[in-house]
């Protein structure tokens, strides 16, 4: 293995070197299809003459590895057994020997592991942690103690489940008073080493660890254990909140000592406790606040201090929550006071912020945008200050709206004075969340919004000469209080918001860039869009090219990447215009093709490329129809370099916008450039990625239609049913096996599926008797009516029962009433309820078999046809005008799974569209049927039915 090892260690050193890093990764998945690949990966880990950056690189990589191919989604190894246990053995004590870097990347790693195994096939996991613990060495314990963390910490935003407490369950049992034990002993050896910097700051690190995993193990319930010990636990918190040390000072204004993470450390376990635990808590609560409320004032403006700061504000707000801690802050006197030593510190700018501002603009927008800064001072106390209101609206609104005039009045000469006093207002005027679709819903009666824009802010907006953050000020309070101005006011200020597009300002240009797109996908209640296609089109593509300048300014990928929120503005403007911008097209795909093969080279901004290809996706969308031709010719090369390029991270994003190109281009628009791709879809590796998985399942489905012949030609059909076998075999893609497979019977007719049929019936009831699911039940049934309706083609229902009979004598009776008829009436989609319409009527009037063998079965299916009658289903037609709303990058968890692009969602298959009305279709197929079988199927009507359904029967055929 040695030599292997040397091998993968270069490969892992020119990943590193962008120049090298596409085929170094290349290289690499060849070694990771050898046996023992992660061992070696854990080898050069623990190899410690080589340099850092290997070693980081072989964690990082051995943490991917086991994401990707520890167990399948059964939760099945697929790993050998042996490979797995050696995993288990080295893990632990790797970990604990490791620098910290590497440390978080293999902590990461026993989290995924964790996740299949724990506890049940790991059950030695927490007796061998515990087993570590060290008495005298903090370096042992922060590396056992980061593995437990690691694992506990998954528990915190879970649902309660038995499976999850009875996981917890055995955590406390082994973990619980050795626990305890340890943080006795870190207290001790904090006293017995107050004067040993080294020792001292390794069991403080212990410390914020034992406090860290203290929230874990509460993040559901107060253990027995903690109950047991909670006085102790809280005097020694308190003792924590208090602690000094000029040891253990940092002297950098930016670096956080060990001693306030442990702080915030505290303030986060003090604020779980407050809001899940207040009647075990409460009483221990008061000297806890005595002392926040202390550490508050005495914390200077340093950003070392932001995190503890945040923490602190965010128990209090949890405090101001509860009904009897509250009423300590009603009173005038004590909210002057909060406001003055707390609110009115953590809100006003800082150097740093300024700084920030000019040096890193990118990270103040970041920071300072609605979601993005839960941690920061002004959002925290912004927080603290609007759970007062909500507690005591008339008092706060009048004790703020003192202070916020006098900023007003000193800001008449001094702009931060200014910004401190729009802060405050928009933090006492918005009431409830800041919503990413419309901003701020509700206000607080007793302020005027509008008016206050109006007489304090307006200027700064249309001013040339304003200070860069009183008109990002300006912005920001249209952005957050969009839904409150009416489409008129709006039209005033819009030309004002697209002037500032064209600011030199990063963060100006930026604000402006975030607010004009809130403001295209801003709707009312009823979900109308305030501003269409109308209304943008006249400037789109002015704007549009001022976009793609602030974009392209930067040349290279990471740079070019770096503003998604301009590229989010490109895709809004190219959704909100649809097919207006085939005018402009030319131009704008000029543009989106250039970052691509930019972006490309290095993709580094998930958000950014996500967008980027949203916009993609809108073009082809809405100017397919027109210009399909313009689209196959200028996208062919770009996507096909991301094929051979194998640029991974774009793989599912341009299957997409193929499968949306072929799917909405006029038929004798497609390029021939398609056929070329079978091949490569057909390749069994390119289904391994999951996150391809669904993307190459629709172009696969849109494309056998379009190159039937050339499958057929090619004998592809086998490979095609092959991929269809791969998919249902897996739980996570079963479903999509039914869109290959029925794309498939649409394409061909019955003679050329003939010799497949009964396995591909085979492989189906296998999965009908393996506990499934209901949405494989109900596709099941689908696929039926499919087939079943395909009569004219050398399908309908006597092809599924020769076949199904073939598999087994008898089969169909089974199958049929106890799974075809009872899981039809849980079709919930107009279409597939049409569908099932028309493959009941053709049963009941062509089916050789249920005329002569399913007497009884007639009658029944006769009988579910009149029921689907009885609220005949209703196809709404074409796309209509609706709203694309993207997916929330903060839930994405790119590259790791399926990541849809919503302009390129697939439209609902309507397998019939030319029959608009249902009764009327039954009604003359079933007359045209009776005159063809000379009577006999009003014969079957007369004779099987019952009075009731001829009487139904006979108002539909009228």
Not at 124 to 133: E, G, K, N, P, Y
Not at 434 to 462: C, P, R, W, Y
Not at 781 to 790: F, T
Request: hydrophobic fraction near 45%.
């Amino acid at each position: 293995m040695a030599s292997n090892i040397g091998a993968i260690a270069q490969l892992l050193d020119a990943t590193l070197d962008p120049a090298q890093h596409r085929k170094a990764e290349t290289a690499l998945k060849v070694e990771q299809a050898k046996p023992q690949y992660s061992l070696s990966l854990l080898n050069i880990v623990a190899s410690e003459p080589l340099p850092a950056k290997t070693r980081l690189a072989a964690a990082l990589a051995f943490k991917n590895f086991i994401r990707n191919n520890y167990v399948n989604e059964e939760g099945q190894y697929k790993l050998p057994q042996d490979e797995v246990n050696t995993i288990k053995q080295q893990l632990i004590g790797l970990m604990i020997s490791s620098p910290p870097a590497i440390q978080s990347q293999l902590g990461e790693a026993v989290a995924i592991i964790a996740d299949s195994d724990f506890w049940e096939r790991w059950q030695t996991l927490t007796q061998d942690l515990v087993s570590r613990f060290s008495a005298t060495d903090p370096k042992v314990n922060i590396g056992v103690l980061e593995v437990a963390h690691s694992i506990f910490v998954r528990w915190r935003p879970l649902f309660r489940t038995d499976e999850l407490y009875t996981e917890i369950n055995h955590v406390i049992s082994t973990f619980g008073q050795p626990f305890i034990q340890l943080l006795i002993t870190t207290n001790t050896r904090i006293e017995a080493n107050s004067g040993n910097k080294d020792l001292l700051r390794g069991w403080f690190e212990t410390l914020s660890l034992l406090v860290k995993i203290f929230y874990d193990m509460s993040c559901h319930d107060v253990p027995p254990i903690f109950e047991e010990n909670l006085p102790s636990i809280c005097e020694l918190l308190h003792k924590y909140l208090s602690y000094a040390n000029p040891l253990l000072a940092t002297d950098d204004d930016s670096e956080v000592s060990i001693i306030d993470t442990v702080k915030a450390d505290i303030c986060e376990a003090l604020e779980l406790y407050t809001v899940k635990f207040d009647d075990d808590f409460s009483k221990y609560c008061g000297p806890f606040i005595t002392r926040v409320w202390e550490l508050l004032s005495d914390m200077g403006p340093e950003t070392k201090y932001d995190i503890v700061v945040s923490k602190a504000l965010h128990f209090l707000t949890a405090v101001a929550s509860t009904k009897e801690h509250a009423d300590n802050f009603n009173h005038q006197d004590t909210l002057s006071q909060i406001v003055e030593k707390v609110i009115l510190p953590n809100v006003a700018l800082r150097e740093s912020d300024i700084e920030l501002f000019e040096d890193e603009p990118i990270e103040f927008i970041r920071r300072d945008l609605e979601g993005s800064d839960t941690d920061s001072r002004r959002r925290s106390a912004t927080d603290f200050l609007r759970k007062l209101q909500e507690k005591f609206e008339s008092l706060v609104t009048g004790v703020v709206s003192r202070y916020i005039n006098h900023y007003l009045t000193q800001g008449e000469t001094d702009w931060k004075a200014k910004d401190t006093a729009i802060y405050l207002f928009i933090s006492i005027a918005a009431k409830g969340a800041v919503t990413s679709a419309q901003g701020v819903k509700t206000i607080n009666s007793l302020v005027n919004v509008v008016e206050f824009f109006q007489q304090h802010i307006a200027a700064d907006l249309m001013s040339d000469s304003a200070e860069p953050i009183a008109k990002v000020d300006a912005i920001k309070y249209l952005h957050t209080f969009r839904s409150q101005l009416s489409k008129s006011q709006w039209m005033d200020a819009f030309p004002h918001l697209i002037k500032n597009v064209g600011s030199s300002n990063y963060v100006i240009y930026t604000y402006a860039a975030i607010a004009v797109e809130r403001l295209l996908f801003l709707t009312d209640d009823n979900g109308v869009q305030m501003f269409t296609r109308s209304d943008v089109e006249g400037f789109s593509n002015e704007l549009l090219e001022r976009l793609f300048m602030l974009i392209e300014r930067e040349t290279t990928p990471a740079k070019l990447q770096e503003n998604e929120f301009l590229m989010r503005c490109v895709m809004r403007i190219l959704i909100v215009i649809k097919d207006g911008a085939a005018g402009i097209l030319d131009g704008v795909l000029q543009h989106l093709i250039g970052i691509t093969n930019i972006m490309k080279q290095n993709p580094s901004n998930p958000r950014f490329y996500y967008y980027h290809f949203e916009a993609l996706g809108a073009l082809v969308r809405y100017c397919s129809a027109s210009k399909a031709d313009v689209l196959n010719a200028k996208l062919w090369e770009p996507i096909q370099l991301i094929f051979t390029e194998d640029v991974t991270e774009f793989m599912q994003y341009v299957l997409q916008i193929l499968a949306q190109l072929l799917e909405s281009s006029p038929a004798d628009s497609i390029s021939a450039n398609f056929g070329a791709l079978l091949d490569p879809i057909l390749n069994p590796p390119m289904w391994e990625v999951r996150g391809n998985v669904p993307a190459l399942t629709r172009l696969l489905a849109a494309l056998i239609p379009r190159a039937a012949k050339d499958i057929t030609a090619g004998d592809k059909i086998k490979q095609i049913l092959g991929i269809f076998q791969m998919l249902l075999a897996g739980r996570k893609s079963e479903l999509y096996a039914f869109d290959i497979l029925e794309a498939t019977i649409k394409s061909y007719e019955g003679n050329v599926l003939d010799p497949y049929f009964v396995t591909i019936l085979e492989l189906l009831f296998k999965k009908l008797q393996s506990n499934p699911a209901d949405s494989l039940k109900l596709r099941f049934v689908r696929l039926y009516h499919l087939i079943s309706a395909r009569l004219e083609e050398g399908y309908g229902a006597d092809y599924f029962i020769k076949h199904s009979n073939a598999l087994q004598a008898g089969l169909f009776r089974q199958v049929y009433p106890a799974i075809i008829l009872v899981e039809t009436d849980k079709l919930a989609r107009p279409v597939d309820r049409k569908l099932a319409v028309v493959s009941y009527t053709k049963t009941l009037c062509e089916s050789k078999a249920f005329a002569e063998e399913f007497l009884k079965g007639w009658a029944n299916t006769c009988n579910k046809l009149l029921m689907l009658l009885a609220n005949p289903p209703t196809i709404a037609a074409g796309l209509g005008d609706e709203i694309i709303t993207e997916a929330d990058v903060d839930d994405i968890g790119f590259g790791l799974t399926f990541t849809a692009l919503n302009t390129c969602k697939p439209a609902v298959r309507d397998d019939y569209p030319e029959i608009s009305n249902v009764i009327h279709w039954v009604r003359d197929y079933i007359k045209e049927a009776n005159t063809r079988h000379n009577g006999l199927v009003f014969t079957f009507i007369e004779t099987r039915l019952a009075d009731e359904q001829k009487e139904v029967f006979s108002r539909i055929i009228q």
